[in-house]
């Protein structure tokens, strides 16, 4: 992941092989009919994740049938390599109540990912609690709790919803394997479990992941892509949305943002751009398309008072898919294809090149990296707009327009997303900060409304 982001999965050889099954949403139809009429609020924090954490993949490439696991040599359909060792530390984190009676989970929200899973406990670790992670789910105290049998659908080895083939365990269970871009693997036990918000609200059974893979976090993920297994999906969700608190210096107190499920009281103050749609046959012809990402239309990028010389067509996926455009929880940073970044830098080292740490890369990601006074740098940049369709615009703040790696380091936090071995803009959430950003599937859009997030708590 998400960051988390959560921040893509990458095309697998074998999951290339059942793309005619994959399941992608139907415009002409109501994909989402809401089966759970509510309005819940969460609180949501900005926080490091536990390490080592598949938390940290690039999540809005997690789209399970359409990136590839982590390999040596190119393949002819897909010709960038996954190389990136980049791990995000950052993540959007809520406490769900899982379960019956609920036992409260911390999970990573990643619109970029289907698959929802919370870290089990292991018998063999349960006779040692000093071994044992403290926020892991006990299947033992939950009523609701049952394993998903081999027989199921869901496991059939070539179902398109995993990045690895589902398969049997020795007790004839339902073994999951789900890879991350950042090369972490969260595997176990598919489920059926309940999220049970209060005594008289509740969801139907969901399929979950119970995770007991050797490199997974104390944090779950909720996955929250248009996947039918993710969560959101599975719920009959209509709507959802986060407001992400700016990040404090290092050191101080995180503030608290807010995530909803169902209607958002602010929601009447929010503009929207629509979701881009694609049939099912022009997808599969895309290997480079993630179908299941919300995906949104940009027309262009703004730093400072300049219009940069880019492409609308950059912006929108070209036949092989290259080029999506997708608005993720999951993914840290904002990266973009080569057309898009070349006139990003190009802008940037107009400005204040003379301040560039030369032949400093950081996590093989991040490529534009500065010394010295970061705000200077700021104010010399000054703000960079993501313009999107019919007027809406996503505003990066001049003081968010470099990140603070460490050491005095500050760098761009936009970077190429051909480092990561990717062909897609992905919008993440450091740009999505002192936003709401609500996803309405039953009308297939995306809002977004400028607020204070530590205050909508």
């Given at each position: 992941m998400a960051l988390c982001k959560s921040f893509f999965l990458f095309l697998l050889f074998l999951?290339?092989?059942?793309?005619?099954?994959?399941?992608?949403?139907?415009?002409k139809r109501n994909f989402f009919k809401p089966s759970l009429n509510f309005s819940l609020s969460f609180p949501l924090t900005s926080l490091p994740l536990s390490r080592p954490s598949p938390a940290s993949h690039l999540s809005s490439l997690t789209s399970s049938s359409t990136k590839q696991a982590p390999k040596t040599n190119p393949s002819p359909r897909n010709p960038y390599p996954y190389r990136s060792q980049f791990k995000y530390t950052m993540a959007l984190i809520v406490s769900l109540p899982i379960g019956t009676p609920p036992q409260t989970q911390q999970m990573v929200i990643d619109t970029g990912s289907q698959l929802s899973w919370v870290q089990c406990k292991k018998k063999s670790t349960v006779r040692n609690p000093q071994k044992q992670l403290p926020s892991s789910f006990d299947p033992s105290r939950s009523s609701t709790f049952s394993f998903l049998p081999c027989n199921n659908p869901i496991c059939k080895p070539?179902?398109?919803?995993?990045?690895?083939?589902?398969?049997?365990?020795?007790?004839?269970?339902?073994?999951?394997?789900?890879?991350?871009?950042?090369?972490?693997?969260?595997?176990g036990n598919l489920v059926r479990e309940k999220v049970t918000f209060s005594s008289s609200q509740a969801t139907p059974p969901l399929i979950l992941g119970c995770a007991s893979g050797s490199d997974v976090s104390?944090?779950?993920?909720?996955?929250?892509?248009?996947g039918r297994l993710s969560f959101a999906s599975q719920a009959k969700v209509s709507k959802f949305s986060y407001c992400v608190p700016v990040r404090p210096n290092r050191g101080l107190v995180p503030p608290v943002g807010s995530f909803y499920l169902g209607e958002n009281p602010s929601s009447g103050v929010f503009r929207y751009v629509d979701l881009l749609t694609f049939d099912r046959t022009q997808s599969q012809r895309m290997p480079n398309f993630d179908p299941l990402a919300y995906t949104v239309g940009m027309e262009g990028i703004r730093i400072g008072a300049k219009r940069l010389?880019?492409?609308?067509?950059?912006f929108r996926p070209d036949a092989g898919g290259a080029g999506q455009t997708m608005i993720d929880s999951g993914t840290e940073y904002t990266f973009l294809v080569e057309g898009a970044y070349t006139k990003v830098r190009e802008e940037i080292m107009r400005l204040v090149g003379s301040r560039v740490k030369k032949g400093y890369v950081y996590g093989q990601a991040l490529d534009l990296c500065f010394n010295g006074d970061a705000e200077e740098i700021g104010r010399l940049?000054?703000?960079?707009?993501?313009?999107?369709?019919?007027?809406?615009?996503?505003?990066?703040?001049?003081?968010?327009?470099?990140?603070?790696?460490g050491g005095g380091v500050h760098c761009l936090s936009f970077g190429r997303s051909d480092l990561l071995g990717v062909e897609s803009n992905i919008i993440g959430n450091v740009h999505q900060q002192n936003l709401w950003v609500e996803f309405d599937l039953a009308n297939r859009r995306v809002g977004f409304g400028r607020a204070d997030c530590s205050r909508s708590a």
């Open positions: 999951c290339s092989l059942s793309r005619s099954t994959q399941e992608t949403p139907n415009p070539r179902i398109p919803d995993f990045t690895l083939p589902t398969n049997c365990d020795q007790n004839r269970l339902c073994h999951y394997s789900y890879f991350y871009a950042d090369g972490t693997l969260a595997e104390t944090e779950g993920i909720l996955g929250m892509n248009l010389d880019i492409p609308r067509s950059v940049v000054g703000d960079v707009v993501l313009e999107l369709e019919k007027g809406v615009e996503i505003v990066v703040d001049k003081g968010r327009v470099l990140a603070n790696v």
